[in-house]
């Protein structure tokens, strides 16, 4: 079963993150970009990158691959302001973790976000 039909939200993504030393990062120039999501606000336990125990502030379902320490904001594209920094925006959250799962056949995979 393919996730699209269930991707009814938009997002706005920042990815391509290379720390930018001071605690910060700077993200490739091809983005922000939109993205169709199903967006749900929930705290889940998920593991981190160091493999520690972590509560998420919002779970999202996308189809495409998405990298971590990128950030995401429901809504769209006209609603950010002229800073193309996704850490001043209110709203915007960081992506601290990501899977990516086929379904029975392997032909088509859901992949799922933890936000904090």
């Known amino acids: 079963m393919k996730i699209d039909k269930f991707l009814k939200q938009t997002a706005v993504y920042w990815g391509g993150p290379v720390n930018n030393g001071f605690g910060g990062f700077i993200f490739d120039s091809q983005y922000p970009i ?3 999501v199903r967006w ?4 889940e336990l998920f ?3 160091q493999g520690q125990q972590s509560l998420s502030r ?5 189809n495409i691959d998405i ?3 990128g950030y995401m904001l429901l809504g769209e594209l006209t609603d950010l302001n002229s800073d193309g ?7 915007a959250m960081r992506i601290m973790a990501f899977s990516k799962i086929p379904d029975l056949k392997a032909q088509n995979y859901v992949r799922k976000v933890w936000l904090q």
């Open 34 to 36: 939109e993205l169709d």
């Open 40 to 43: 749900e606000d929930k705290q």
């Open 47 to 49: 593991l981190d990158g």
């Open 58 to 62: 919002a779970v999202v379902y996308t």
């Open 67 to 69: 990298d971590i320490n």
């Open 85 to 91: 920094d996704p850490q001043k925006h209110e709203g």
